[in-house]
T-cell receptor, first 109, second 113 residues
Framework: QKEVEQNSGPLSVPEGAIASLNCTYS??????FFWYRQYSGKSPELIMS????GDKEDGRFTAQLNKASQYVSLLIRDSQPSDSATYLC?????????FGPGTRLSVLP | KAGVTQTPRYLIKTRGQQVTLSCSPI?????VSWYQQTPGQGLQFLFE???????NKGNFPGRFSGRQFSNSRSEMNVSTLELGDSALYLC????????????FGPGTRLTVL
């Protein structure tokens, strides 16, 4: 069974802080990982993709991948109330995509 | 470039009826995947179509079916609706050149009464 695990939260951080979201996956074969942001009542929006070990930065977002530990994380710097959403981690397994249950992030003004 | 479009956006049906949902992918994308999202089960993969062929299927009963047309538009059909089919149905398109990046449409909110 291919699994992607996330802490469901809610994760609450004050405005301006760093939010750290974590994801573990069960299949060592996975080569790419994706972070989606989903606002309540909306569809998921792709915010980051990462394919190799290490860090990838895009604006206030940094994705970190450690294939040996089967762990991928998303850091959000200078968190804003507009970042309050559910963050989904996803990994392709063969031709399928498996999504984690999502972590609900709440950024407090 | 226009995004993924889905119609209708909202749908109310009663048990036993059937429903057809439509998805138009991003221009140039030939892969279309369908997902069901519910509060209890999260985002679950239904099936994927590529070049009019079902390439992969998730663990859903045969009441859930789909097809893809030559212009890459896809439809999903659910027959004999059950209360538990109430969910947000999402379509995602992907280009083979985009490193498996999937882009979601706005979804169809189906309510079964």
């Amino acid at each position: 069974q291919k699994e992607v695990e996330q802490n469901s939260g809610p994760l609450s951080v004050p405005e301006g802080a760093i939010a750290s979201l974590n994801c573990t996956y069960s299949d060592r074969v996975s080569q790419s990982f994706f972070w989606y942001r989903q606002y309540s009542g909306k569809s998921p929006e792709l915010i980051m993709s990462i394919y190799s070990n290490g860090d990838k930065e895009d604006g206030r977002f940094t994705a970190q991948l450690n294939k040996a530990s089967q762990y991928v994380s998303l850091l959000i710097r200078d968190s804003q109330p507009s970042d309050s959403a559910t963050y989904l981690c996803a990994a392709p397994y063969g031709q399928n995509f498996v999504f984690g249950p999502g972590t609900r992030l709440s950024v407090l003004p | 470039k226009a995004g993924v479009t889905q119609t209708p956006r909202y749908l109310i049906k009663t048990r036993g009826q059937q429903v057809t949902l439509s998805c138009s992918p991003i221009s140039g994308h030939r892969s279309v995947s369908w997902y069901q999202q519910t509060p209890g089960q999260g985002l679950q993969f239904l099936f994927e179509y590529f070049s009019e062929t079902q390439r992969n299927k998730g663990n859903f009963p045969g009441r859930f079916s789909g097809r893809q047309f030559s212009n890459s538009r896809s439809e999903m059909n659910v027959s004999t609706l059950e209360l538990g089919d109430s969910a947000l149905y999402l379509c995602a398109s992907m280009s083979r050149d985009s490193n498996n990046e999937q882009f979601f449409g706005p979804g169809t909110r189906l309510t079964v009464l």
